[in-house]
């Protein structure tokens, strides 16, 4: 089984967004029994808090079911538990590798890595552009997917 975890920020926009598309693309794929797939935050301001209503409305938008949700905060007894932490933008990397002591094991990865690219998702909460994030989460989803099937992993 492989164990994943999407992080941004709040955990209420772009990590929600990518749980509900990765689940999603792995149920479609006929997968979920080998994938663990979940989301956390990099700081507490949303903790408790439910998806940004943008999200919801993109997903539902697309046809993707939410996964059900509330936010919470990544923290170093998390890392054992997965094997890829996906963060969204270079400042989500830079607190996840500050958070999980450096990373050891090198299991820290930037979504759209998975994609050829080295470019930030944008937060929504600030852009307000729901049709780019998520535009740009299904990107890195097909990515990671296609990824995992080639290494073996899926």
Same mark, same amino acid.
Not at 103 to 110: F, I, S, W
Not at 126 to 144: K, M, R, S, W
């Given at each position: 089984?492989?164990?994943?975890?999407?992080?941004?920020?709040?955990? /209420?926009? !772009?990590? #929600?967004?990518?749980?509900?598309v990765?689940?999603?693309?792995?149920? &479609?794929?006929?997968?979920?029994?080998?994938?663990? /797939?979940?989301?956390?935050?990099?700081?507490?301001? &949303?903790i408790?808090? *439910?998806?940004?209503?943008?999200?919801?409305?993109?997903? +539902?938008? $697309?046809? /993707? *079911?939410?996964? #059900?949700? !509330?936010?919470?905060?990544?923290?170093?007894?998390?890392?054992?538990?997965?094997?890829?932490?996906?963060?969204?933008?270079?400042?989500?990397?830079?607190?996840? +590798? +500050?958070?999980?002591?450096g990373? #050891?094991?090198?299991? $820290?990865?930037?979504?759209?890595?998975?994609?050829?690219?080295? +470019?930030?998702?944008?937060? #929504?909460w600030?852009?307000?552009?729901?049709?780019?994030?998520?535009?740009? $989460?299904? &990107?890195?989803?097909?990515?990671?997917? &296609?990824?995992?099937?080639?290494?073996?992993?899926?």
């Open positions: 089984m492989v164990r994943i975890v999407f992080c941004c920020h709040g955990n /209420i926009c !772009r990590s #929600p967004l990518a749980q509900s990765f689940a999603y693309l792995v149920q &479609e794929a006929g997968l979920s029994d080998d994938c663990c /797939i979940d989301s956390m935050a990099t700081s507490t301001e &949303e408790g808090n *439910p998806p940004h209503w943008g999200t919801v409305q993109k997903l +539902r938008e $697309v046809g /993707i *079911p939410l996964v #059900p949700h !509330r936010a919470r905060q990544i923290a170093w007894r998390d890392y054992a538990r997965f094997d890829f932490i996906i963060g969204m933008d270079n400042w989500n990397m830079k607190n996840l +590798r +500050r958070m999980l002591r990373d #050891p094991e090198g299991k $820290v990865y930037k979504l759209l890595s998975f994609a050829g690219s080295d +470019r930030d998702i944008a937060d #929504p600030y852009t307000g552009d729901f049709d780019a994030t998520y535009a740009d $989460v299904l &990107e890195g989803c097909n990515g990671l997917l &296609e990824y995992l099937r080639g290494s073996g992993a899926l």
